[in-house]
């Protein structure tokens, strides 16, 4: 005979079928069956069971509520979903206490739940689905808000840039989810977690009340009906995840790597320019590793995107040249302005927090440090930038 609470957390755990279930029990949080022995190895903590003089008593691990920050990152980190269940209704009412899922916590998504997971890296997730041979994938990533959209003509041209791309999730609708070559390749080749997800509306006038406009003609994405469909694919499932309306994804558009110089995966791997299997690591031994100089989370991020899509157009190498060669003939307004920027914390992560409704009193803090700044930065530059910067600025 099943408690009420259990019986909660069996009508969860079937739901949510996928995903580790953080079943809150007044301080703690437990887990049960198959979900206490992945946390047992994963977390080293102690493994017991639910009514002990059972015929088939429950297995049970547990840690306090207040230590979800330690372990839950250890779990998403083993590439595990986890579904936190909270109570939502008042304990201390006579009946039992209602509890539901209140967000889902993958790989992708991690970086949105507190201030202590800032990084450098790319939480990108994708999406990807077929038509006819052709292949859309959407991509975006989390930490910068940044969600874009394409089209390739061969899954071999799709996977090429997936490498390029890092994501840590792989969204496939069904036909996808069902081609075993397809799945076989993105395991194995690129060791990503792969989830099938199905979207219950016209994926058309899912993006559009997103987005709260009329049409997608601003995108420019409204005369392509997969990049929609692909798209509205990974919005809805993050959407389901996270059981809010996402806001601060607002904006996308189609990209393509015409601007820049095509490297093949040999090329990236043989020249050591964000892995080197050697040491089996990105930060050595690495031309990330040699360039790296920079003091912010974006800037990490940005240069790792710049060395695997270098500029291939003339004019603007130069002038990108030229704008870093002001700040290297002037040593003491790059050392001023390199100081204030070892005090900007990744805006875009805290901003992510804002909107969720997850920031604490520290995201507050080190987004009010972070715009004093680079109202700082701004104020050093105008005081002692050449006329050269002056025009980068203005422009």
Not at 71 to 100: C, G, H, M, T
Not at 123 to 133: G, H, L, P, R, Y
Not at 249 to 278: C, G, H, P, R
Not at 364 to 389: A, G, R, T, V
């Amino acid at each position: 005979m099943l408690t009420p609470a259990m019986q909660q957390y069996y009508d969860i755990k079937k739901e949510y079928n996928d995903s580790i279930i953080f079943f809150r029990m007044w301080d703690f949080y437990e887990m049960f069956g198959e979900d206490a022995h992945i946390a047992h190895k994963v977390l080293w903590i102690n493994i017991t069971s639910r009514n002990k003089n059972a015929i088939n008593p429950e297995s049970l691990a547990w840690i306090p509520y207040h230590a979800k920050d330690k372990y839950l990152p250890q779990l998403i980190n083993a590439w595990y979903k986890v579904a936190i269940v909270e109570q939502v209704s008042d304990p201390k009412l006579k009946w039992i206490v209602k509890r539901e899922v209140v967000r889902v916590v993958t790989p992708a998504t991690l970086s949105l739940e507190w201030d202590i997971y800032d990084n450098f890296d790319n939480n990108v997730i994708i999406s990807i689905t077929s038509t006819k041979n052709i292949f859309w994938l959407s991509v975006l990533d989390i930490s910068s808000n940044k969600w874009q959209t394409r089209e390739f003509s061969s899954f071999d041209l799709l996977q090429k840039e997936l490498y390029k791309i890092n994501p840590k999730e792989v969204i496939l609708e069904k036909s996808l989810f069902n081609d075993e070559k397809i799945k076989e390749t993105l395991q194995k080749k690129y060791s990503l977690n792969i989830y099938y997800f199905e979207i219950k509306e016209l994926p058309k006038q899912k993006l559009l009340h997103h987005f709260k406009v009329k049409d997608l003609s601003w995108f420019w994405i409204e005369k392509f009906d997969e990049a929609i469909k692909s798209s509205a694919l990974l919005l809805a499932y993050l959407e389901q995840n996270q059981k809010q309306t996402l806001t601060n994804f607002d904006i996308i558009w189609v990209y393509s790597n015409s601007n820049f110089l095509e490297i093949d995966n040999s090329t990236i791997k043989n020249l050591d320019l964000i892995y080197n299997f050697a040491t089996w690591s990105e930060n050595i031994w690495t031309l990330f590793w040699v360039l790296n100089q920079t003091k912010t989370s974006s800037w990490k991020r940005l240069l790792r995107e710049n060395i695997l899509k270098p500029l291939k157009d003339e004019k603007s190498i130069k002038a990108r040249l030229d704008f870093v060669q002001e700040f290297l003939n002037d040593k003491i307004l790059l050392d001023k302005v390199r100081e204030k920027l070892s005090y900007i914390c990744d805006i875009d992560a805290i901003l992510n927090r804002l909107v969720l409704d997850r920031s604490s009193p520290r995201d507050l803090l080190n987004l009010k440090k972070s715009l004093q700044s680079i109202l700082e930065i701004i104020e050093i530059i105008k005081k002692d930038w050449s006329e050269k910067l002056k025009k980068y600025f203005n422009d």
